[in-house]
């Protein structure tokens, strides 16, 4: 037991083996008799290297679960068994890596263990416990879902059901509620929204995720960015742009084209140079550009996602009849980084029997079919991861989690987008070039 003590308070940590794993519980105890505003009281995840993490909270429910980067599991579970749990940052989903304080970094998250604004009453406690055990897979940890939850994820236009004739509910900003007999219709703007729902444990913070048309937020944000300098902006932010142009995304194309031709995108020297030059190229029909988009390509040092910019290129080079561009050396020089394996693989179709557990290490980074957010995995890794697992054939065993995994963080990304939570668009630009032959 660990004890602490500060002003009014002590806080104790017990740690306690039980028959499937260990109980942790910390308590908080006020010792006057006055009332008291809480005291920050929380808990910090690190994964372990080859380690990834999901997490799901409501306030009054929840859970973390770490699951192996390679393979099914098994997995670590840490579920709620009483008191209060809420992830410290909920929104953005994904890390922004262009902006501040939005979360810890790379495989590192944090969560209030007691109210951040409550207070205890006068010589009151607050306990909360935690139950560490083992499960088989991440989706064994829909376990700890209340019975009730619908799907907190909403398509385009669609309405969510929440069947609680015994609690009550009460909308946030951004949502509507009908009630039908006992039932609560819920609808949402497009995003992350949120839903209170009263029962006997206190109230509960729902996220409701408002999945907004793809296509007509793509031609959103590239219409948005067209007002601004290609000078100024990001590349990825102009990948997007570009994406959007090759798609039939823009309601403006020669504005696009325009746009995109005024700025050097290969003198940035960045992944994201040769996939808007090849775009360009392509529009244009300019042999030039495309055999020197290949060449900054073939020059580069590797990183994750050159791969998918090679293969749009060599596609490139096919459908303008001039030579294919040399593809192997670039998945030559691929490393070892989790993303970069799984990008060969698939773009290779190389043997499951050998590739397909890092293909389920991304299903379990991307929380397989559970609702929540990721421990600490940037916008960026998660565009490409999505864009990747999208690839993963049909003939893997893995496939049918890969594509339930990628189409719902696919969808948690696009709310994050619709909430304007991520300027430079990283994780977007890979959704579109992750379109090969686009």
């Not at 006068?122 to 376990?143: K, M, N, Q, Y």
């Amino acid at each position: 037991m660990r004890l602490t003590r500060a002003e009014a308070f002590t806080a104790r940590l017990r740690h306690t083996p039980d028959a499937t794993g260990w109980v942790s519980t910390v308590s908080l105890d006020n010792h006057t008799d006055a009332e008291r505003a809480l005291p920050p009281l929380g808990v910090a995840v690190t994964l372990a290297p080859a380690w990834v993490g999901w997490s799901w909270s409501s306030d009054t429910e929840g859970f973390i679960v770490c699951a192996p980067a390679a393979g099914t599991g098994p997995c670590l579970l840490v579920g709620v068994r009483r008191g209060f749990f809420r992830a410290a940052q909920s929104a953005p989903v994904f890390l922004a890596a262009d902006r501040r304080g939005e979360g810890l970094g790379a495989g590192v998250a944090a969560f209030h263990l007691a109210h951040p604004t409550g207070s205890l009453r006068p010589l009151g406690r607050h306990v909360t416990t935690l139950e560490f055990s083992s499960i088989a897979t991440v989706d064994a940890a829909a376990s700890q879902l209340p019975a009730w939850l619908p799907d907190l994820l909403v398509a385009p236009r669609d309405e969510m059901v929440l069947r609680t004739p015994d609690l009550g509910v009460t909308p946030g900003a951004g949502v509507d509620l009908t009630t039908v007999g006992t039932d609560a219709l819920v609808t949402g703007e497009p995003g992350h929204r949120e839903l209170a729902v009263h029962g006997v444990r206190g109230v509960q913070r729902l996220r409701l995720s408002f999945t907004p048309e793809a296509g007509s937020l793509v031609m959103d944000l590239a219409a948005e960015r067209l007002e601004t300098r290609p000078g100024g902006s990001a590349s990825s932010a102009a990948a997007v742009v570009a994406g959007a142009l090759a798609h039939g995304l823009t309601p403006e194309p020669e504005r696009a084209l325009d746009w995109l031709e005024r700025e050097d995108w290969l003198g940035r020297g960045d992944v994201w140079g040769p996939a808007i030059s090849g775009v360009i190229a392509q529009e244009t029909r300019d042999p030039d550009l495309l055999r020197a988009a290949c060449d900054a390509v073939a020059a580069a040092d590797y990183v994750p996602g050159l791969a998918v910019i090679g293969t749009r290129l060599w596609w490139g080079t096919l459908r303008a009849g001039l030579p294919p561009f040399a593809l192997t050396d670039v998945f030559d020089r691929a490393t070892d980084d989790p993303l970069a394996q799984l990008e060969n693989a698939v773009l290779r179709n190389l043997p499951e029997e050998r590739w397909g557990a890092v293909a389920s290490g991304f299903v379990n980074r991307l929380g397989g079919g559970l609702p929540g957010q990721p421990v600490g995995l940037s916008e960026a890794d998660a565009g490409l991861a999505i864009a990747l697992l999208r690839m993963v054939p049909e003939h893997w065993a893995v496939s049918r989690a890969a594509t339930q995994a990628s189409e719902k963080a696919e969808a948690l990304l696009l709310c994050d987008h619709a909430d304007r939570l991520h300027p430079a668009l990283d994780g977007l630009a890979w959704l579109l070039m992750g379109e090969i032959g686009s």
